[in-house]
């Protein structure tokens, strides 16, 4: 019973909220008429989302599986599309047609999940990949709100970032847990730091190589520091070694002092987080509207739907948790953090009981980067750190990151099934 | 197989990045409790302006429902009457501020009760986009007459419930358009007549003889006279200095008592009066009839500015007692006088706000008639009340007598050494329905009785057929 009640809060969020939001747009009681039944037209959607939350949940259940990650990533979707339909109404439907897509895949990962992991054996081909999808966007890419990460294929948009934090996750999870043993053992010494060969380190320092790239010429900032940060915290993960912890701080300030240096955008933007109040209607627009949404929300908020989160620009996808600051206040923010936190915590539980190293690796990295990748943005929005475009992983609007962060939720959840030999 | 040390490297990111997002979750409430508040009311931050103009600023009507002022469904407020109820409505812009019930009822109009944007969806059940309606007292009708029939000249025109207080009509020209104020905005102020001035409340004259009710109330009061007690009038009083005042159009009243003398507004009785009353017992007068006190609230009225008592000369104490000196009175100072005979020595509070309703027809409060101050003995103010009447009946008045209605009154024709004398009529009515008062100034119109009195006779019938 515990697992189906997890899910009666997510379920109860999108209809309460979808339903305060229709009685608003239609407040007078008694007429119904062709144009209001209009505006319901989401209502197939919204029934099939619900009816497939179920059958995932009673899969996960028959195959068991953990219960508990999904209603939570469901309760952060639920929160995200009630949002999006009260921040953009046309995007309501197509954010649940993207939620629904998603669990279809996460569905058919789980079921070919024997398949992927085999994967986990060819680190260098996952390598490989992962080098071929990340220079994508930066040799063909297009450009959409300031960064360079999208490829166009016809009708559709896709960040190949979001699909590379998963092949990356893969890759580092292959390589190091094939390679730990011997990037831990110290042979050389630099000053006070032992290193391994530099042909062991090699591939890591592609990785964040690729993720300078990413940053000065694809300008994603968000994902240059969502992979260079999951690489890090992985070696560490997978050795224990502090050399790397050290040794990678000293490469980000390296590089971040050189791109300063070099580079326009980058001194732009470093001086916009330190002071944006110097140009508040210029550069820092975004920031300075996002922090005025915070503030005006204050500790309860101004109550769902009753906000003016739409003076921020692209408020529905990078700017979401703003939104959420201001019409559910530091309450309905701090409960959606803490969702990120259960999660996170959720996934390093299940990464713990796995049995193989790449498996815990991939668990545990898995979780690190949803947590990781909340936290990028949330410091962003609220200019704890130097603002990034990335999404929030759930809440936020879009296909590709919806797609890709239920497909690394399937691949946590195949991890987690008991009671079999992984 | 995972071994020991590996699960403890997971464990120890774990915990370490789990340290950092709670650092977040510090950072954010910082953000949002700390900072919030100034924040929030950044000039920067348009949230607060949104907020406002979300809502719908409620409707203002007058007592029989006709709506004064709206806002349209293109967010346009329109007022229905325009310049004939500008007085009353006022105006309400972004730029310009506001005036009138606009301005003293806007958190009304705007369903604000407090500033609640920040308590999240409790404030809902405190504010729907739509403000509350604001019920008048104002009669539309007779307001429409008040102000036709004060067209062409300056002036204003008063009419109260003598009862209740409740203001049924408050018209002053000349006036404004509020519909097109924002336009008219800098040719408005720089206009010399003063259209934005609402004269009724705010517009500063010398009362003339339409205050010698209060000082025959004074004199008796006081014991410097009795009912009985007979003055010769030869149409000069000697006020010493080598000064002295005369009657209007240099009448000669000879042997009357104090109530012929109200009835023909004799100065030199009057004149006389002021000189024995002196000083103390005048400014004493003018203060227990509420001259040295302002109004607030949804009727704003300025204080009085009286003579320097203490110091008067005794010229300067008969013309204070005839209206003139430096005394200069609001015609809704002189409404309040005209109250306390016709409601028996009581003044009730003005008031126009009869009601606040919310958009859903909720009553939220609902206007208490309230006894301002009881200026006078019943006694005392049937006595006054009797001349009154007998100055409509055979005196200054006669022009205001209206067949059916007994009708009181007191004229006034004040000097104001810028031309024409402003011609004053303040006084009450008995109506089927109501006791009315009313008080009239016709800025330099000449004599009160000839052209102020006919302004009472024409609202007294307008409200004889509204009966």
Known sequence: MKSWSLLVPPIGILIFGLSTLYLKAHPIVGTIDASSLLGLSYLPWLFSVIVLSLIVQAILIRRHLDTMLFPIALMLASVGVVEIARLDPPLLVAQLRWLLIAMVLMLVLIRMFPLVKQSLQYPYILGLCCLVVLLLPILFGTEIGGSRNWIVLGPFSVQPSEFGKILILFFLAAYLSEHRRVLSLPVKRFLFLKMPPLRFIAPLISIWGIAVLMFVVS????????????????????????????????????????????????????????????????????????????????????????????????????????AIAEELGLVGALMLMTCYACFFWRGTQIALRCRMDREVLTAAGGSTLFLMQAFIIISGVTKFLPLTGITLPFVSYGGSSMVASFLLLGIILSLSRRGEDG | MADHTLKRYVLQAAAASLVLFALLYVYVAYVAVWQGPKL????????GAAARADITRGTIVDCNGVVLAETQSDGVRHYTMGEVMAPVTGYNGERIGSAGI??????????????????????????????????????????????????????AVLVMDAETGAILAMASTPSY????????????????????????????????????????????????????????????????????????NGEVH?????????????????????????????????????????????????????????????????????????????PMQMLLLADAYANNGKVMRPYLVDSVISANGVVLSKALPETWRTVTTPDMASTIDAYMADVVKSGTGRLAATKGVRVTGKTGTAENGQGKDHAWFIGSAELPKQKIVFAIIVEHGGSGGRVAAPIAKRLIQTMLMDT
């Open chain 1, 219 to 322: 300008r994603d900032l968000g994902s240059a520091l969502l992979f260079f940060g999951i690489a890090v915290i992985m070696t560490y993960m997978a050795t224990g070694s502090k050399s790397y912890l050290f040794v990678a701080t000293a490469f980000i300030l390296v590089a971040g002092a050189l791109s300063y240096l070099l580079f326009n955008h980058v001194r732009v933007r470093f001086q916009v987080w330190l002071n944006p109040w110097q140009d508040p209607n210029g550069m820092a627009y975004q920031i300075v509207q996002s922090l005025f949404s915070i503030g005006t929300g204050g500790v309860w908020g101004t109550g769902f739907g009753f906000g003016h989160p739409g003076f921020i620009p692209e408020v529905h996808t990078d700017f979401i948790f703003s």
């Open chain 2, 40 to 47: 929030a009311q950044n000039p920067l931050n348009q949230r």
């Open chain 2, 254 to 330: 000879g042997q009357i008592n104090l109530r012929q003398a109200l009835i023909e507004s004799c100065n030199v009785t009057f004149g006389t009066l002021g000189m024995r009353l002196g000083d103390d017992r005048l400014k004493k007068a003018y203060e227990r009839f509420g001259f040295t006190e302002s109004l607030m609230g949804d009727v704003v009225m300025e204080r009085a500015h009286l003579p320097a008592f203490g110091s008067l000369a005794q010229g300067d104490q008969a013309q204070s007692a005839i209206g003139q000196s430096t005394l200069l009175v609001t």
């Open chain 2, 177 to 248: 358009d509020p519909n097109q104020i924002e336009a008219e905005w800098k040719e408005l102020n720089a206009q010399s007549d003063g259209p934005l001035l609402n004269r009724a409340v705010q517009g500063m004259y010398p009362p003339g003889s339409s205050i010698k009710p209060m000082i025959a109330d004074a004199a008796l009061t006081d014991g410097v006279t009795t009912e009985n007690e007979r003055f010769d009038c030869n149409g000069i009083l000697d006020v010493g200095g080598g000064f002295s005042i005369h009657d209007y």
């Open chain 2, 102 to 155: 606009e301005g003293t009822e806007n958190r009304a109009l705007l369903g604000l009760t407090e500033d609640m944007s920040r308590i999240g969806p409790i404030s809902q059940l405190f504010q729907s986009d739509r403000g509350n309606d604001v019920e008048l007292t104002i009669d539309s009708r007779l307001q429409k007459i008040a102000y036709d029939e004060l067209e062409g000249h300056r002036g």
